[in-house]
């Protein structure tokens, strides 16, 4: 095309009227706007009420329920985003601490505009070669931090649910019969088993059922008196299994759990899945990246021995949702669970191996954002030395949570802190005293009354909005539990934190 | 808590010296940067090559291979943000129509900044309670886009791939008995059968492969000459598996295809799928928005019977990637399928019903970025008029390229344009001379040929950055393939790419 001819095209391309393509001063408009909402949320974020005060009914009637055929002026979508953001919990408040959720960061939030501004879809080289390059970087970084070689790989998913499911099926077609993605596990007499803790998150049993293997078919392993699992009690039911004629073919480890974030004993799982064969999945969702706090590391020893492990960064790397991650040891073994399939319209027409790269090889998405954008930017911004203090500050904040409670006369510890998670309840002075004196019969009528209890000073408390606590079921007994994976949280925030608690308690005992 | 305790919380929390707040200076030189790059990349973006003008090999070596402990100043990530760019391929640019991806626009991508900053996850009502309400309230509007009523509901997915493995899993759960979550698919003798034309995407049997079924009880029902699903086809092959002990329990119709975008006859598998007791789902990732153009509506007729639709807004309605969604018909029937068995820790402890509200007892993902956000202050800041627009414009500039492309000596047309795709390829004026002389053999020679020169071609255009093509494979011949669901392109640009294949061709032949 000459230049002219270049030209020619540019003028005619003014006339599309359909265009999406708007002026500067609207661009400037939108940009300048945006800019000062998210800037005054992130310097204001520890002044808002955790929670907000509202109800479902009153949020839509906020908004507009028919969509008009005019647009709208930029200056009243901003102030409908305003109330977005009113109408939200803040996860990036120094006292949320609700089930694994993080703040993000500034770098993080930009990033994710460069993002949607250049609209990467990274299914591929073809289609995003910067951006895959740059998500194979992140991997064999997050790689690297739980001691994988070169030899690893990985690839973002939407979070821990997908890294999950993903994981589960390349186990399965890696130790089965190549023909069952073809046949299906239909006419098979000896259904395959997998094995993991009684503390399991519940995305392992959900891949079971969606893969087709069964709920029932994820042996669940008792857990010891610290919520790690029992390798006596895994052995045995394998070992019983393969008498009956199942056919085990996985161990899940937890590292660490959802709820109390302990960490199975991976040294000794990977030891005994050599030994049977097994693939060894590990699911760090929340807790893998714990290992960047130096004095955790002995924790994951052996976690380098796993086939997968998955970690999400926008758990426990302050990113933003979604970034999720699944790392393989071995890539080469992986390739073939998913290959073979691709679509004619896709296949990828390059002669250069790195070129020929596509992560629908990988898993499970085809149409992927550059979600490791946000990774790269963030960790190269901060350091890795800054952010690894994060997370073992992190780890400490939990610490001192737990001797907050055991100092009380009034809080119950119930689980050891490992990571970043303490789990814990409100006990009443009259109730402590009750239970000593009490049998059996009564201490179970005791320990009710106090899950009722604390079930009703958490709902209290999150409705509150001066803090945000969700909740743990161990050994039966409702928990409250802090999960601290928040950069603004300090000893203040969980000092307070108990004394809010304690009045909520108040309350809630007034009214009885 | 009081005012005075508040203060000193505030007080020492600037003392967490490993938080990753940075200062209101730091936060303007991110929050500028990244505004003067996004807006100088919308600005430019028709100026750019299409595909970067690189290798594997260059790219690797224009980034830091190891992480650095500290931090890297901005101004370093923001000149590697540059080269990102430019390392890039620009589904923005006019002349990218490869595969099915579209350009964003600036109000989507700052609706992502906005997202991110706040940092929902939209898990549930609990989680996000604003967010929440905007992602049912989107799906109202694209279900009613469709025809569905107020009984639908649906969510968004990362993409058309979820989207259609979480609409076959449902539609297996519904149409089998409950105990199959449990028990898995073993020791059914009796495999439960798929219908899809020979057109469908490969989603569909890679979610029969990953949920169990087996691709192979994926049926593939051919297609007429404009690649409709045929429906005598579809009854012999569902009455014959019937007879010979299989258990068809869905049936999937593509609107539209991905090759050619062909829409298959919905109202007539809709009645057949009713009469069969057969689940209907409706493909619609790339196409089913096609009904947001008013010539294209009578195309759709039937859609709103469909038990489920998938449709992407990250295609058709220029949403930055990912933004995939699924519609139910019948909510209601639905949530059983994935229910029952969320764990404890997330388990919703709200008394009313809008308030127990919860993402995961409709599909797979937990966790779940705020994706709704884009859409619904896109589709507000341009109205449905404008964006209607669009849609119908991208399939006028598909009818244009397939008039040219037949007022040509030397293209032929190879499949009738029936949204915004139109397939051709390069036929050079003596092949066309000598396939008028040519027996079968000879034909066939000359097609193998002619599918090489083409597959050379697009590669070349491709590297070549001035326009980017993709390809389908139809009848087992080489087609180049333009999908436009792009608000920038022309009628110029059309002419222009005419003339770029042309010179590609010139170039090739010459080489030999």
Redesign the interface.
């Known amino acids: 095309?000459t230049d002219s001819?270049?030209k020619?095209?540019?003028?005619?391309?003014a006339?599309?009227?359909?265009?999406?393509?708007?002026s500067?001063d609207?661009?400037?408009a939108?940009?300048e706007s945006?800019?000062e909402?998210?800037?005054k949320?992130?310097?204001r974020v520890?002044e808002l009420p955790v929670f907000?005060d509202?109800?479902?009914?009153e949020?839509?009637e906020k908004?507009?329920?028919k969509?008009?055929?005019?647009?709208?002026p930029?200056e009243k979508?901003i102030e409908d985003?305003r109330?977005?953001?009113?109408?939200?919990?803040h996860?990036?408040h120094?006292r949320f601490w609700?089930?694994v959720?993080?703040?993000?960061?500034?770098?993080?939030?930009?990033?994710?505009?460069?993002?949607?501004?250049?609209?990467?879809?990274v299914?591929s080289?073809?289609?995003?070669?910067?951006?895959t390059?740059?998500e194979q970087?992140v991997m064999r970084?997050l790689g690297s931090l739980i001691g994988y070689d070169e030899n690893a790989h990985g690839l973002m998913t939407?979070?821990?649910?997908?890294a999950n499911?993903n994981a589960l099926?390349v186990a399965h077609r890696v130790k089965s019969s190549g023909e069952?993605?073809?046949?299906?596990?239909?006419?098979?007499?000896?259904?395959m088993t997998v094995y993991a803790s009684d503390q399991v998150?519940?995305?392992i049993?959900?891949a079971?059922?969606?893969?087709?293997?069964?709920?029932?078919?994820v042996r669940i392993v008792s857990s010891d008196e610290r919520f790690k699992l029992d390798m006596r009690n895994l052995r045995e039911q394998v070992e019983r299994d393969e008498r009956e004629g199942f056919i085990p073919f996985c161990v899940v480890a937890n590292a660490g759990t959802?709820?109390t974030g302990a960490v199975d004993p991976l040294e000794e799982i990977g030891s005994f899945a050599q030994e049977r064969d097994l693939w060894f999945h590990v699911d760090g969702a929340y807790g893998a990246l714990g290992a960047l706090a130096h004095e955790k590391r002995a924790l994951f020893h052996g976690i380098a021995r796993a086939d997968s492990v998955s970690l999400?960064p926008?758990k426990w790397l302050?990113a933003?949702?979604?970034c999720?991650c699944l790392l393989f040891r071995d890539a080469a073994r992986v390739q073939g669970a998913w290959t073979q399939?691709?679509?004619?319209?896709?296949?990828v027409?390059e002669e250069?191996d790195?070129?020929s790269?596509a992560f629908w090889d990988y898993g499970?998405?085809?149409?992927?954002?550059?979600r490791a954008?946000?990774i790269w930017?963030m960790?190269?911004?901060?350091?890795?030395?800054?952010?690894s203090?994060?997370i073992?500050?992190d780890c400490c904040m939990a610490q001192y949570f737990a001797e907050r409670v055991e100092a009380s006369e009034d809080f119950e510890l119930l689980a050891p802190v490992e990571l970043s998670i303490c789990c814990f309840r409100y006990v009443p002075v009259e109730f402590a005293r009750e239970f000593q004196a009490a049998n059996d019969e009564e201490r179970a009528s005791l320990n009710e009354k106090l899950d009722e209890l604390n079930?009703h000073i958490?709902?209290t408390v999150?409705r509150g909005g001066?803090a945000y606590l969700?909740?743990?079921?161990l050994r039966a007994r409702f928990a409250l539990?802090a999960c601290i994976t928040n950069?603004?949280?300090?000893?203040?925030?969980i000092d307070?934190t108990l004394?809010?608690i304690r009045e909520a308690a108040r309350e809630i005992r007034k009214e009885r």
């Open positions: 095309m001819s270049n020619e095209v540019e003028e005619k391309r006339a599309r009227p359909s265009s999406l393509d708007i500067e609207e661009f400037h939108i940009s945006v800019a909402i998210v800037e949320y992130f310097a520890a907000p509202t109800s479902a009914e949020i839509s908004f507009p329920e969509l008009s055929e005019d647009g709208e930029i979508l985003c109330r977005v953001i009113e109408k939200s919990r996860n990036g120094p609700g089930y959720a993080s703040p993000s960061t500034p770098i993080g939030a930009y990033a994710d505009l460069i993002a949607s501004a250049l609209n990467q879809n299914t080289w073809r289609s995003a070669p910067a951006a390059m740059i970087q970084w939407s979070g821990g649910s997908l499911l099926y069952v993605s073809h046949k299906g596990l239909w006419n098979r007499s000896a259904p998150h519940f995305s049993p959900k079971a059922d969606v893969l087709g293997l069964g709920r029932e078919n959802v709820n999400d926008h302050y933003p949702v979604d999720g399939h691709a679509a004619d319209y896709i296949k027409y250069r790195a070129e790269f499970i998405e085809l149409s992927r954002r550059f954008l946000k930017l960790l190269r911004y901060y350091g890795s030395r800054k952010v203090g994060a073992t500050d079930a958490m709902h999150q001066l969700s909740n743990a079921t539990r950069f603004r949280t300090t000893r203040a925030d307070s004394e809010i």
